[in-house]
Every structure is written in structure tokens, then in C-alpha cells.
């Protein structure tokens, strides 16, 4: 391998430095035994004790981990859907429209996004009495619509590069083709699905502007709470807790990233 | 050249599979435009063309991946034209193999058979005689991805059999094997199928595959089945210029009909003026156009005019040693060229012509095919 130069080398420190220094110094000061945030007082995990009976966070926390699952799960079902259709139904009437419908939450802006939602549970509020008010749940609907768009992307690549044939191949030998899905293609595209899942998961947990849009009294996300809490002041706790939510997310992101890769041999 | 040995006769076995008036489109390209075809019961039948000449969509459609935009397709006395290929007694191995990279080979072999809901014992009973049909017993644990590329063919070869279909369907099976594995595998296959007696459908753009292997070939071209036959009938008597040419290498000389008695024909041959003695059976009447086909095998060179009728005379201009034979190119007029192969019997030999002998060319009448198209 080419060395190189101390110069590009200079570069490539700085680089990293600037991208990660401020993610580092906040885990190294969730260990900092004094209350002063930018005061070094020794080593201490006091804080991630103190973070255990803060009911406030970790209700935060479960509730933020509860929309995150069940709206992974959601956009995976869609993405998988609207991926099918467009990789293997040919060219349908009005597939360029609903391609582009399906990436456009990829390059909207959160705030849009977000505000558009609002503005759709209001009036369907209004019109048909449904949903009743803001909730989780109306955030878990905002957050399956932007990460619909990440799945789709993600399964509809697997999809492509699948050979058609094997699917031609399960309905030759008898299978019908709901069955030649569920016992050939689901398992073949399997790895892009958890992929997609976890990149969901990771994009809902850490979602502020959609949430701060659509949530409700009593429903505020860990991101919410967190930023909310800042604002009053730093505080080591939240330093411990975005701790955590870092290294739950960074393993979310390299499982997913290890799925995909494995995704592109096969 | 000869194909397997007769069983019995062709014509005396029920349809296997009849195509009345077959057309499919896609778009302005017309990939099989209105084919009629009867294969027998049994038969290896092979469909036998260039690249893009629409063999696979003729299987497919056999098949079931596409329905035709117009003809019937009937297999066993039925029609299946627009029946869905999970509902046809007909399999096929796939050009890729398509083997399940997730199934072990014996659950690829049993994947069809438990879509016929068939009970488990009977099942691995069945997993296991295909896989030793194939000559993979041991085989049955492994992956797809464990196996070489001829133990990969076999097993796609078992999988379609295991369901004992009607017809079995072959997209170029040998086409991704090396020279040496796949005319060993074309003699297995020919083997196999007359064991278990299964109608074979075989597409390859290979035309000595096709020869080795074939009861009977058919030739398409740009959509059309040009001409079906055994391989020896379309090698001997082709009926057209495009099959003389595809099949084998062809000396095709121009001229118009001198004169005609019974079969045979003189015919005066535009290049030199001189006569050729050819045979047809088609009719044909004097001052007709025709096209003489004589294979390079059937043709005679002499270093002296024996006087036969008809002789052509020429210079050598180019030789190619091939090993078993050589290829002698003789120039019998400006730009026109015949080739002669001469074995090589015994090396000690001298090659019997070089560079710019004269020579002098003749083949038996009935080597020599009239042709009008
Ligand atoms: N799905 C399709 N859509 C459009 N055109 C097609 C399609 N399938 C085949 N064709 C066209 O139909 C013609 C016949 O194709 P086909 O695949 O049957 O040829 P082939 O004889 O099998 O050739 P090869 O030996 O290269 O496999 C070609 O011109 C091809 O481009
Ligand atoms: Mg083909």
C-alpha cells in the first residue's frame, strides 16, 4: 500500500479529529466526577447511576425505543412493498411517478416533512375524528413515511441484482407465486430487510424536528427531552445517556453495514 | 453424425407437445412469429439457431414465462397456452441453473416434489433416486455453492426430474461447461434420457451438440423454424441455403437447371460456365435458378482430369490443417472458392496438394443438393 504524505496525513487527523473530537469529549466528560460540565474531577460512572432515577429520561427513552420499533417494522413492510413493485412489475403505468414519490422523503427536509404531517392528522382529525389528538402514535406514522424511502432504496438494490430466475425457477417446480416469494425471494433478500430495519430503527430514535411536529402532551421522545433539558443547562446525565444512545446506534449502523455488504457477495 | 438408435419409430408415438401458429412479440420485434411444431413422446428434440432467433422464448413459452400473443400451446393433448407455469407438467433447467444458494442440493431436489404436498417418506425416497440418476448420492447435504460447475448442472438436471414432468425443457444445460466435461456431459444426457424416456427439449446455438445428441433438430432463424429433421437429413438434404450454411461448412455454387432428368439435374454453373450433376426432389425445370450445395467431405481432388461429367478444375490457394483433416481452398474462378477436406490418414503422408497445384474437383451425383432458396 502507497504511504502517505504528512501533509495528506495532517489532513486526514484533522479530519477526524473535527468530526469526532466533540462526539469523544462528551463520552470522556459522561464519566467526569464533578458536577461542572467543562471541569475535569476525576473518574466516575456516578452519572450513569444517576441517570437510573430519572424517571423523566427513561420513560423518555422506552417511549422513543417503542416508536422506534414498531416504526422499523412499518417501514419495512412498506419499503419491502413499494420495492417489489418497482423492481419486479415492469414498467406499469405511473412507475416513474411512484418511484419518485417513494425517494422523495430521501432529499425532503425534516422541517416539510414534519409540518406537513401536522398538518394532515389535524385536518384528517377534524374530518373523520381520527387521530384523536397527538400521540405516539401519530409520531411512529411520521417517522414509517420518511424511513419507507430508506428501506425501499435499500431492498429495491437487493432486489436488482437477484437473478430473476430463481423465482421463474420456484414456479416452475409447482409453487405458486405467493409461495415462490415467501420460500425463495424473502429468503434470498432477508439481509437487506434486517439492514433496512436497523436503519430505520437508528433514523427514528434519534428523529427531533418530525417528532417535535407531531408529538403530543405526554409523548415527548428521548431526543425531545434531551434537547429540551440542554437548553436549561448541560448536564452529565444527559452526557451518560447520549452515551448509550451513541453506542446502541453505532451498533445498529455497523450490523447494518456488515448485513449490506454481506448483501453485495452473494 | 448418426443420433441415438432408433427406438420405435417416431411417427407411431402420441404428441408430446404440439405449437399451432405460435407468435410472440415484444414491442416491433417479433421473437417467434407463428412456429408449428410436433414433438413426439420421448424424443430428444433440439431447437438449433444463432444468437437472438427467439429459442428461448419459444421454451418459455413452453414453459409458461410467456404467453403467446397468438397460436395454442398443447402439451399431452391439452391446452396450456394460457396456463401458469405452476400448473404444467413440463420442468426446466435453467441456462443459470437457478439453484436455491439457500437449500441444501437435497431440499433443491425436493423443493417441487413438496409443492405436490407429497408425503415425507415417499419424498426422500424420490430425492434420493433422482440424485443417484445423476450420479450425486452423497451429494444431498452440501450447498450450491460447495459443488463444481458440472456437479451444479446435475444437480438443476435432478431437480427438474424429480417430478417426473411430461417434458423436460433445457436452455443451452452444457453452455457454461468446458469443452472436455461437455461432451462427456452430452453423452450422459443422451444416456439419461433414454433410460427414463422422457421428451427432452434442448436449445443450444451449438450445432454439433445438437447433431451428437438430437432424434430430430430444428433450425430457426429470425423467428421461423427454418427446417426440422434428424440430424443426418438436415445435414444431407437441407432444404435452404441459410440451414446448408449453418449446419456444418457448405460449397453453395450458383447457376441455372441445363437440363433435368428424374431427380437429377444438370445444372451450369455461373462461376466457371462449366456443368454440375446434383439431385433434388423438388421439381424443377429447365432455366431455373438453383443454388448446388456439395460438402467438402463428398468432394474428390485429383492431380488429373478423370473426365468425369461434372468436373471442376482449379488452384489451390490456401490450406488449413486441422489435425484429422485438412481444408483445401481451391479457386475455381475469380472470387469463387470451394473447399475440399482431405483426411489425414497416415502422418507419414505427404500432404497430396500444396500452394498453386492444379487440381482437378468431383463429387458423385447425389452428393451434390439442388437448393432453390
Ligand atoms: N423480455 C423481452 N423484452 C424484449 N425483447 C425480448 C425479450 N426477450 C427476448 N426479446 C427479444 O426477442 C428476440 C429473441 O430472443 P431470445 O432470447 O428468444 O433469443 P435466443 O435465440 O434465446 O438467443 P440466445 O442464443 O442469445 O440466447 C431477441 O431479439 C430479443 O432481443
Ligand atoms: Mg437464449
Not at chain 1, 13 to 38: D, E, M, Q, R, W
Not at chain 2, 54 to 83: C, W, Y
Request: charged share 20%; glycine share 8%.
Amino acid at each position: 500500500m502507497k504511504r502517505l504524505s504528512p501533509w495528506l496525513m495532517l489532513a486526514v487527523v484533522l479530519g477526524y479529529v473535527f468530526l469526532y473530537g466533540p462526539i469523544l469529549s462528551l463520552v470522556v466528560y459522561s464519566f467526569n466526577a464533578s458536577k461542572l460540565v467543562t471541569v475535569w474531577g476525576g473518574f466516575s460512572t456516578k452519572w450513569y447511576a444517576a441517570l437510573l432515577e430519572n424517571d423523566k429520561l427513561l420513560d423518555a427513552a422506552f417511549l422513543s425505543l417503542r416508536i422506534s420499533v414498531v416504526s422499523a417494522t412499518g417501514a419495512v413492510l412498506l419499503g419491502t412493498l413499494s420495492a417489489i413493485a418497482l423492481v419486479r412489475f415492469g414498467r406499469f403505468r405511473g412507475r416513474f411517478l411512484f418511484s419518485a414519490m417513494t425517494t422523495a422523503p430521501l432529499v425532503m427536509p425534516e422541517v416539510i416533512t414534519g409540518l406537513s404531517m401536522l398538518l394532515l392528522f389535524v385536518s384528517l382529525q377534524h374530518a373523520i375524528g381520527w387521530p384523536d389528538g397527538r400521540s405516539p402514535l401519530t409520531i411512529a406514522i411520521a417517522h414509517i413515511t420518511f424511513a419507507t424511502a430508506y428501506v425501499s432504496v435499500v431492498v429495491q438494490a437487493r432486489l436488482a441484482q437477484m437473478d430473476r430466475s430463481l423465482e421463474e425457477a420456484a414456479l416452475d417446480l409447482g409453487a405458486r407465486p405467493l409461495r415462490a416469494f415467501l420460500t425463495v425471494t424473502l429468503p434470498l433478500i432477508a439481509p437487506s430487510l434486517i439492514a433496512g430495519w436497523l436503519l430505520a430503527f437508528t433514523l427514528s430514535l434519534d428523529d427531533l424536528v418530525v417528532a417535535s411536529f407531531v408529538s403530543g402532551p405526554g409523548s415527548s421522545t428521548l431526543p425531545m427531552v434531551v434537547f429540551s433539558s440542554v437548553r436549561l443547562g448541560l448536564s452529565p446525565e444527559v452526557n451518560a445517556l447520549a452515551t448509550i444512545l451513541l453506542a446502541t446506534v453505532a451498533i445498529a449502523a455497523i450490523a447494518a453495514g456488515v448485513l449490506a455488504n454481506r448483501n453485495r457477495k452473494t | 453424425m448418426t443420433g441415438p438408435a432408433a427406438k420405435q419409430p417416431l411417427d407411431d408415438r402420441p404428441a408430446a407437445l404440439i405449437l399451432e401458429g405460435v407468435t410472440r412479440r415484444f414491442g416491433a420485434t417479433v421473437a417467434v412469429d407463428a412456429v408449428d411444431l410436433t414433438v413426439r413422446s420421448g424424443e430428444l428434440f433440439s431447437l438449433l439457431g444463432a444468437s437472438g432467433c427467439g429459442k428461448t422464448t419459444l421454451l418459455r413459452m413452453i414453459a409458461g414465462f410467456e404467453i403467446p400473443n397468438s397460436g395454442r400451446v398443447l402439451i399431452d393433448g391439452q391446452d396450456v397456452t394460457h396456463a401458469p407455469p405452476y400448473e404444467r407438467p413440463v420442468n426446466m433447467v435453467f441456462q443459470s441453473y437457478a439453484l436455491f444458494p439457500h437449500m441444501t442440493v437435497a431440499q433443491n431436489v425436493a423443493y417441487g416434489l413438496k409443492q405436490t404436498g407429497m408425503a415425507r417418506s415417499e419424498r426422500d425416497d424420490r430425492v434420493q433416486e433422482v440424485l443417484a440418476l445423476v450420479e450425486l448420492d452423497s451429494f444431498g447435504r452440501r450447498r450450491p455453492d460447495q459443488l463444481s460447475g458440472g456437479q451444479r448442472q446435475r444437480v438443476a438436471l435432478a431437480r427438474a426430474l424429480a417430478k417426473r414432468p411430461k417434458i423436460l425443457l433445457l436452455d443451452e444445460p452444457l453452455g457454461a461447461l468446458d469443452r472436455k466435461l461437455r461432451e462427456r456431459t452430452q453423452f450422459e444426457l443422451v444416456n439419461l434420457q433414454e433410460r427414463i424416456g422422457t421428451t427432452f427439449i434442448l436449445v443450444t446455438h451449438d450445432q454439433e451438440e445438437a447433431m451428437t445428441m438430437s432424434d430430430r433438430i430444428a433450425i430457426m432463424q429470425g423467428g421461423h423454424i427454418l427446417q426440422i429433421g434428424p440430424p443426418r437429413e438436415v445435414y444431407e438434404y437441407p432444404t435452404s441455403r441459410t440451414v446448408a450454411d449453418f449446419i456444418g461448412a457448405a460449397n453453395l455454387l450458383e447457376g441455372t437447371v441445363a437440363s433435368v432428368e428424374g431427380r437429377s439435374a444438370e445444372i451450369r454453373l455461373q462461376a466457371t460456365g462449366g456443368a454440375a450433376m446434383a439431385e433434388s426432389d423438388i421439381p424443377l425445370k429447365t432455366g431455373d435458378a438453383v443454388t448446388v450445395m456439395v460438402r467438402p467431405e463428398k468432394i474428390q481432388a485429383h492431380r488429373a482430369s478423370t473426365g468425369a461429367a461434372n468436373e471442376l478444375s482449379g488452384t489451390v490457394i490456401d490450406i488449413a490443417y486441422l489435425g484429422d483433416l485438412s481444408i483445401y481452398h481451391v479457386q475455381i474462378a475469380d472470387g469463387v472458392r470451394v473447399q475440399v477436406a482431405i483426411a489425414n490418414r497416415r502422418h507419414a503422408d505427404e500432404a497430396p496438394f500444396t500452394w498453386d497445384d492444379a487440381v482437378f474437383l468431383s463429387w458423385h451425383p447425389g452428393d451434390g443438393v439442388i437448393l432453390i432458396t
